[in-house]
């Protein structure tokens, strides 16, 4: 984000020098006017900075500046400088959406840390619509497999181009990754949208049960089957099986389901008629599936007849750098659920998100995000961190801010193949800022040596 910028408006020349180089020499970029007409060119959506404004101005004066200001943006900060029978005007100002006001005199110092307090505001804003935009400008693909990192980005293209055939797929990843997500990316992305969906967890249906869930029986098959019933793969007829959990399918279930994928037909249970099947298979595990076939938990020949096509989800903590977004669409998601309003967003909140592994990846995010937007710090029993315990952390601010700048910096250089250039311009930081970051984070192996 570019440098901040004070917008200064006062009539009275001596006041507004010596205001302007107070501010200055406190570290702001300052802009003074002397007419409020001539500053409203400067306010904008996307204008990083604050207004101050004297009430008493001939012309325009401030609170008609301010209602200006506000038809432009209504989140920008505006600060009121009163004299001392303005100060109910201004709290009438107040209510009408003023940041804060000042009744003269007053020293320098106590109107830099007002407009501090002001900036760091209007960064959230900003950055929150940066985020809502980047959300809301995503479809398809996309808007279901959120993120920027190149690892991401990756998975993705490889959804794309696989949706479009009927291969069976092998999606690998870690518990809470979002391994159904993909499966599902693929299924509404691709050419068998408009057949069923089937879902199966292995290792959630219990060994005695699963055949007659995954073939379906014919009435008196065996005990307690008064009649006949339709297994989830005949059920998936025109669509796609999605097997969650691979790895917990009983091993003499595994030659059944080996025939299936080769034949492309089942029998159902007491029956000796083949009933053909047109469905995809899309498997997922969690373990590594060829060092379960050597150790023979896995039968070796279902593992390679499943991996001609394997996706790799990466896991959250290989790509920090989309933890801000992923966030923020899923606390969106939960607003829709629960119907409350999404709180602000802190740097501070965003650094302890980012400097975490999530070993429940993104599951895990979801629920700090539902807590986030509930407004609660524990939900009772889970286990998982609220909000605050996230938050807060033990780590000193710099510590965690550091963490949040870390990743960023390194995620754009990344994005943009090491091009100093292009990541300084992507970031709105000067050469010699963004080289002094990357030596401070110790990234200038990130970088390509042309630039």
Known sequence: MDQSTVLFV??????????????????????????AESVLDRVSRDFYGVLVTDIRMPG???????????????????????????????????????????????????????IERALHQR????????????????????????????????????????????????????????????????????????GPFVALNCGALPAEIIESE???????????????????????????????EIESMPLELQVKLLRVIEDRSIERLGSNKSISLDVRFVAATKVDLERESEAGRFRRDLYYRLNVVSL??????????DIPLLFHHLAREARAR????????????????????????????????????????????????????????????SVRVGTYERALIAAELRRNGGSIKATYEALGLSRKALYEKMKKYGLEKEAHLET
């Open 312 to 321: 790799d989800i990466p896991p959250l903590r290989d790509r920090r750098e």
């Open 60 to 114: 325009m004066d401030g609170l008609s500046l301010m209602k200006a200001a506000f038809e432009i943006d209504t989140a920008l900060p505006v600060i009121l400088i009163t004299g001392h029978g303005d100060v109910p005007l201004a709290v009438e100002a107040i209510r009408a959406g003023a940041y804060d006001f000042m009744e003269k005199p007053f020293p320098v110092a106590r109107l830099s840390a007002v």
């Open 123 to 194: 960064r959230l804003v900003l950055e929150n619509r940066v985020l809502r935009e980047q959300l809301g400008d995503t479809a398809g693909l996309a808007a279901r497999l959120v993120g920027r990192a190149p690892a991401i980005e990756r998975l993705r293209a490889a959804v794309k181009a696989l949706s479009a055939t009927d291969a069976d797929v092998l999606i690998l990843g870690e518990t809470g990754s979002g391994k159904e997500v993909v499966a599902r990316a693929l299924h509404e992305e691709g050419i068998r949208k408009d």
């Open 338 to 397: 629960y119907r409350r309003e999404i709180p602000d967003f802190t740097p501070e909140m965003m650094a302890r998100l980012m400097a975490r592994d999530w070993p429940g990846n993104v599951r895990e995010l979801r629920n700090v995000a539902d807590r986030f937007v509930l407004g609660v710090d524990k939900i009772t029993g889970d286990g998982g961190e609220g909000v605050q315990d996230v938050a807060a952390g033990s780590e000193p601010l």
């Open 10 to 35: 006062d009539d009275e020349i001596d006041l507004r020098e010596a205001l302007a180089q107070g501010l200055e020499l406190a570290g702001h970029s300052v802009e003074a006017y002397s007419t």
């Open 214 to 244: 995954l073939f379906g029986h014919e009435q008196g098959a065996f005990t307690g089957a008064s009649r006949q019933r339709i297994g989830k793969l005949e059920h998936a007829n025109g669509g796609t099986v999605f097997l969650d």
